[in-house]
Structure formats: C-alpha cells, structure tokens
C-alpha cells in the first residue's frame, strides 16, 4: 500500500492533534494567526481547532503556535483515535 501519497497518510495515523483549554484561553487570536490553515476564530475570537490531526508539514508552526499563546492554552498532544498495537 505504499504510493505517491504515503507521507500524507502516514501523517494522518501517527500525527498530533491541537487541543485548547478553553479555561485558560483569553481569544487573543495568536494561534489563529499563526496557524491559520488549521484554527479559525468564533465570533468572540475564541479557537475553533481543525479535528484532524496536524499534517507533518505545519507540525513546526503548530510548535510556533503553541509556544506563542499568551495564555499556554493550547497544547500539541500526540493522536490518541490513531490505532494502537
């Protein structure tokens, strides 16, 4: 099952996934600017997270998001759907 699209899958089974405390969260909107492709804003400027996990090719600006927030609200935290063995 190998093919063109390997690295692209592989990034899906094994990835990380961002999660946000919303306790924690102030919706200063750092992350969302940082790391648009996968967080968008509510209308209260509040993080709506993508619940895919992070493609191994923004996995570097997803580190620069989660270091960035001024509140340490948002972690990146390994894919725990992803099967087990």
Do not use: F, K
């Not at 804003?41 to 001024?70: F, K, M, N, Q």
Request: aromatic residues 2%; hydrophobic residues 35%; contains cysteine.
């Amino acid at each position: 099952m190998s093919g063109g699209s390997r690295g692209a899958a592989s990034s899906r089974q094994h990835g990380r996934r961002l999660r946000v405390n919303p306790i924690a969260c102030d919706a200063h909107g750092v992350c969302a600017d940082l790391l648009p492709e996968l967080i968008e804003l509510d209308p209260w400027g509040y993080p709506v997270i993508s619940p895919e996990p992070v493609p191994e090719e923004l996995i570097a600006h997803a580190r620069r998001a989660v270091t960035a927030c001024p509140t340490l609200a948002l972690r990146l935290d390994p894919d725990r759907r992803s099967p087990s063995r």
